[in-house]
């Protein structure tokens, strides 16, 4: 056979194996979807494991998913690798895909479409080889879950082993509801039992609001001697006592007696745990019943009495700092001296005791007046205005003025300032002011102990001048005060 005829016959062969190839494919049918089963009261859930490496299922049940499982309600998996996804085409170079992980779980093989075989009749020799070699080859590959061969193996389990469902799930949902009806019964004796607490706080409420509250009757302990009765703000303030809110709770959460019947053998030794579990909640929760309403007898006789403490006095809140009331030229210092932390709550009044420790006064003058036979003089202290009067029918020349206080003494000359009364007109009236405050004047925190005793001078001199006899005179007078004295009439 020439060349020519040998390429002719390979060229036939490879087309015809790729064209058999196609048409044949890896021989794979299309795998069923998932197996619908109803679902039985999923609220309360059983499950039972798989075990890859026995490539079964387990008789132990659980509460919970055990990573592969089936939920016995609809006898779905849980916990399987159930997606459907593509995989990478390998070719030789990279071998064939990975095994599942499970026997439920393919790797599908569907053949390619039509044109993956045109090319290949009209590129045999070529793509043929390159496809078997880098992976094109004729199969796309699909990882798919075997819903019907794991429905068929759930029910072969379950028939061998003689294991039924239903009845489980019944045994666990009366569980549960006994455990949701143990909790719900106690939490409705709390809340049956809270009620009455707040209906007892409420009318112990209203009964206090409608106290009259005592009034403040205050005594002043006058430690200063300057006291007169001054009103001074109370330093006390009546408050109502808080109440406490009583609550009790007996309730209980049972989930704890359900989870620790887990994991149980099917199904016999699950039904008997069950069983079991029920008849412990019911027994604990009429125990638990019984217990508290005894408790509650306690419970109300106690929060009445603490009620009845509460209404039965009110709280003093006291300021002990010390405060001042002013007045003018003068400011009492006070602090309180004496009060009760609480107080009857029927009585009237309650008693307070105040103590004024000490004064201050500020510009005390006595009033002053003098005169001889040309001049008078006189001194206001509310004004502080010096008022000199000529007496004659002559003009008279004020030469200085000068003020006595203690041991001080402060003289305003005639330099014409204009707040000097210069001259005086016959039978004529001048007022001046005082011309400077006097530090001796003022008096801080004293009390009579300081001032007992003691004298306070006061005085004028006048220098002045009779123009018409041009003679020289000097009007003067120093009083002495008793200091205590003048101070109580501030």
Not at 68 to 91: A, C, E, H, W, Y
Not at 281 to 296: F, G, Y
Request: hydrophobic letters at 30%; one cysteine or more; glycine letters at 4%.
């Amino acid at each position: 056979m020439n060349k020519s005829a040998r390429s002719k016959v390979l060229n036939f062969g490879l087309i015809g194996l790729s064209s058999v190839m196609l048409i044949t494919g890896c021989g794979n049918k299309p795998l069923p979807r998932k197996v619908s089963h109803l679902e039985y009261k999923p609220e309360a859930a059983l499950f039972a494991p798989y075990s890859v490496s026995d490539k079964e299922f387990k008789k132990s049940i659980y509460n919970t998913p055990q990573n592969l499982s089936v939920r016995l309600n609809d006898l779905s998996p849980t916990g399987f690798n159930t997606s459907v996804r593509n995989l990478k085409m390998d070719g030789i170079l990279w071998g064939t895909p990975s095994d599942p992980k499970t026997s439920f779980e393919v790797v599908e093989c569907k053949r390619k479409g039509t044109d993956v075989f045109l090319k290949n009749v009209i590129y045999a020799p070529f793509v043929l080889g390159l496809n078997i070699i880098l992976g094109g080859g004729l199969c796309e590959y699909h990882h798919v879950f075997d819903y019907e061969e794991f429905d068929d193996s759930v029910n072969e389990w379950l028939e061998d082993e003689n294991i039924h469902p239903k009845v489980l799930i019944d045994g666990y949902a009366t569980l549960l509801q006994e455990s949701k009806n143990g909790s719900a019964t106690l939490a409705q004796f709390s809340n049956e039992t809270n009620d009455k607490l707040n209906e007892m706080l409420s009318k112990y409420k209203t009964i206090y609001s409608n106290y009259k509250i005592p009034q403040e009757q205050a005594v002043y302990k006058d430690e200063s001697g300057f006291y007169k009765h001054e009103n001074l703000k109370s330093l006390v303030d009546v408050q109502a006592n808080k109440f406490s809110q009583k609550s009790v709770n007996y309730k209980k959460e049972y989930q704890t007696n359900v989870d620790r019947n887990f994991p149980c053998e099917a199904d016999q030794e699950c039904l008997d745990k069950f069983q079991g579990a029920t008849s412990e909640i019911a027994t604990d929760v009429q125990k638990r019943l019984t217990e508290a309403q005894k408790e509650n007898k306690k419970v109300f006789s106690d929060y009445k009495n603490l009620l009845q403490k509460t209404i039965s006095t009110y709280s003093i809140s006291k300021d002990s700092s010390e405060h001042s009331v002013e007045k003018k030229h003068k400011i009492l210092y006070y602090t309180l001296f004496k009060a009760p932390d609480t107080i009857k709550s029927r009585i009237q009044k309650f008693p307070t005791t105040y103590k004024i420790t000490s004064a201050s006064f500020t510009e005390i003058y006595p009033a002053y007046k003098n005169e001889d036979e040309n001049i008078k003089i006189a001194f206001n202290p509310e004004t502080k205005n010096i008022t000199l009067e000529n007496k004659t029918k002559n003009f008279i020349e004020i030469q200085s003025v000068s003020v006595y206080y203690g041991s001080e003494i402060y003289t305003i000359n005639n330099d014409k300032n204009t707040n000097f009364v210069n001259e005086l007109s016959p039978d004529a009236v001048n007022t001046m002011s005082l011309w400077r405050d006097i530090p001796l004047a003022d008096y801080k925190r004293i009390t009579t102990k300081d001032t007992n005793g003691k004298k306070l001078s006061f005085g004028f001199a006048v220098k002045y001048k009779t123009i018409q006899q041009n003679q020289q005179h000097t009007l003067y007078r120093l009083d002495s005060h008793n200091l205590t004295r003048i101070l109580k009439t501030f």
